[in-house]
């Protein structure tokens, strides 16, 4: 999808969030966003969030959190994020401990949770929260590596 296709709002709400988060593999790198944003405007989404902790949250030097591991982090994070969905009109379908691979290549994820948003705006103002900006970075801190699907539902 090019840049074209979306529009100068949207463009501006994309540049400013990337201004915040980043490009750094740990948010959507802008294509992602713009994906994102050519869906059809009332579409449901649910993105499937896949989680490897940490064991000791890796904060930058000078952030002045105190240091924690990854599972405390995460919580740090989760505290703001589920009010923060539920905020923007979203609910958790799924919040579990991850088993094991059924099919296909096996995985190692600790965790894995499924959030349903009514459509594409609310990912975008769960993204433009200002709390949940400020509680992003113990996310960071707290992944090894994630892994987030959009699913049409």
Known sequence: M?????????????AAMISVYGENG???????WEALM???ADAPVTLLNFFKLRRE??????SGVSPCSGQEAFSRY????APGLEKV???FLLL??????????DEDWDFVAAGSYPDRNAVLALFEDRDYRKAYV????????????????
């Open 2 to 14: 090019n840049a074209s296709a979306v529009d100068t709002n949207v463009q501006d709400r994309i």
């Open 89 to 91: 009109g979203g609910r």
């Open 138 to 153: 113990h996310r960071v801190a707290a992944c090894e590596r994630q892994k987030v699907l959009l699913c049409l539902a």
């Open 26 to 32: 740990a948010v959507p790198a802008r294509s992602q």
């Open 96 to 105: 579990a401990p991850f088993g094991f691979a059924f099919v296909g290549e």
């Open 57 to 62: 949250a890796h904060y930058a030097d000078g």
């Open 78 to 81: 989760a505290a703001v994020s």
């Open 38 to 40: 050519s869906l059809p």
